[in-house]
């Protein structure tokens, strides 16, 4: 039982470039979400997916874009590397049947960009 | 989009019952209220979720009082192991889409 798998789990870029963080869930969950966090900071958004086919604008969208062509894969583009784009990303799904749901969570991806 | 607010810190001895509390002033009638633990390098981990009252799982307890606007995290005789960061959000129904993860509250248990 894999759940929420991303690759890579660790990258170094070099300013200007551009990568694909790629997860996949095997769970069937409709929800599913990009996160970004920096060091000793909470979780903030980026974008997010309530089905295949459509996606959402998060907290922090800017210098990144997804996309959902299926229920398992949700990758998040990196489009001109940037610093500040220096973070651990973390790709998370749900299946909201009560409530907000639970969020299962993928063991993060390691992003420097130099 | 309700507001939590969280101590930034607390420490613990091994065995003690350790109670982590969230504010929540203007919660909203359809949100829910649901706790996630993060190790260092890890993803959040589901802890617990409640809308009123007491909520127990084998792991924690989750304390609502009437109002709904605050709710405590009640872990009970913590090890070694639970030294992490806990996390409060709340949310209506409908995914986590609106729903903010602030800063936390970074437990350390002492031997």
């Known amino acids: 039982n894999a759940g929420v798998t991303q690759t890579p789990k660790f990258r170094i870029l070099k300013i200007g470039q551009s990568m694909t963080l790629q997860c996949t869930q095997d769970m069937n969950h409709n929800y599913m979400y990009w996160y970004r966090q920096d060091p000793g900071m909470g979780l903030k958004l980026i974008y997010y997916s309530v089905g295949a086919g459509i996606t959402d604008k998060g907290e922090v969208p800017n210098g990144y874009n997804v996309s959902r062509s299926t229920t398992e894969d949700f990758p998040l583009r990196l489009e001109l590397a940037a610093p500040s784009q220096t973070s651990v990303y973390f790709c998370?799904?749900?299946?909201?049947?009560?409530?907000?749901?639970?969020?299962?969570f993928g063991e993060g991806s390691r992003l420097t960009v130099l | 989009l309700a507001k939590t607010t969280q101590p930034i810190s607390m420490d613990s001895y091994e065995g003690q019952e350790v109670n982590i509390t969230c504010s929540h002033n203007n919660i909203a009638t359809n949100d829910y209220i649901t706790w996630y633990q993060q190790f260092p390098s890890q993803g959040p981990r589901f802890i617990i979720q409640g809308y009123k009252t007491k909520v127990t799982n084998e792991v924690a307890s989750l304390f609502i009082p009437a109002d709904r606007k605050s709710s405590t995290l009640s872990l009970p005789r913590v090890s070694l192991s639970d030294t992490a960061v806990y996390y409060c959000l709340v949310g209506e129904s409908g995914g986590y889409q609106k729903v903010t993860f602030g800063t936390g509250t970074k437990l350390q248990v002492i031997p």
């Open positions: 998370a799904s749900s299946y909201v049947i009560q409530g907000t749901g639970e969020l299962f």
